[in-house]
């Protein structure tokens, strides 16, 4: 496949760079103070064809006592079982991992309401595990965190379209774009879902 500057622009438009969406499932909401991250995705998309051209994703160690203060909810949604997470990498080794993963593009980093609960959530991560990565840097400006709900809904609304009429939700958007997506909350998966609608909302924009 070959990607660049010679795709066409599929929203007729020019990303100013890579698109890295991220997304995380933990054991409950910020709420929760002894919430933790059980699995952390991410998916790069080219800037000119929101083609997606890299990946990462891991599950996260936590000890049985932060399994055990787990909000239930959270639990019965995303259906990881705590005997997957026994043998994986603590966060001070998968978020490293997950920066250097990425580390050659230029991105800037999108999702399905990070601002309200993925990038408060990593924050938590790294203070408790005293981590200093970040994401990359370049010397014209710094990576962009942009959450799309705001996006997806103001588009809903001004277009009226059925998604926007209440919470716009993943897997209500998902099921409004008959966007096929499993029972069970996974973290690569979610992520990309989001990017599809994201295409799929640019689309409309881009026509209407």
């Not at 050659?104 to 990038?119: R, S, T």
Request: net charge neutral.
């Amino acid at each position: 496949m070959t990607i660049g500057k010679e795709s066409e622009d599929v929203l007729g438009v020019t990303f100013p760079k890579d698109l890295l969406f991220i997304d995380l499932e933990s054991t409950g909401l910020l709420s929760n103070p002894d919430a933790r991250v059980i699995q952390i995705a991410g998916i790069l998309l080219d800037k000119h064809s929101l083609d997606e051209v890299d990946s990462f994703q891991s599950k996260v160690w936590i000890s049985k006592a932060y399994w055990q203060r787990a909000t239930p909810t959270a639990l019965k949604i995303h259906k990881i079982p705590f005997e997957e997470l026994e043998d994986q990498d603590t966060w001070a080794i998968v978020w490293p991992k997950f920066i250097k993963h990425f580390k050659k593009y230029k991105y800037d980093v999108y999702g399905q309401n990070i601002y309200g609960f993925d990038i408060p959530m990593i924050k938590r991560m790294n203070q408790a595990y005293h981590s200093t990565y970040t994401w990359s840097r370049d010397k014209d400006s710094g990576t962009r965190e942009i959450d799309l709900w705001p996006f997806f809904f103001c588009s809903g609304l001004l277009l009226d379209h059925q998604y926007a009429r209440g919470y716009a939700s993943l897997r209500g958007m998902a099921k409004h774009f008959h966007i096929d997506i499993g029972k069970k909350h996974d973290a690569l998966e979610d992520c990309r879902v989001t990017a599809e609608i994201l295409r799929r909302v640019g689309e409309i924009v881009k026509m209407g």
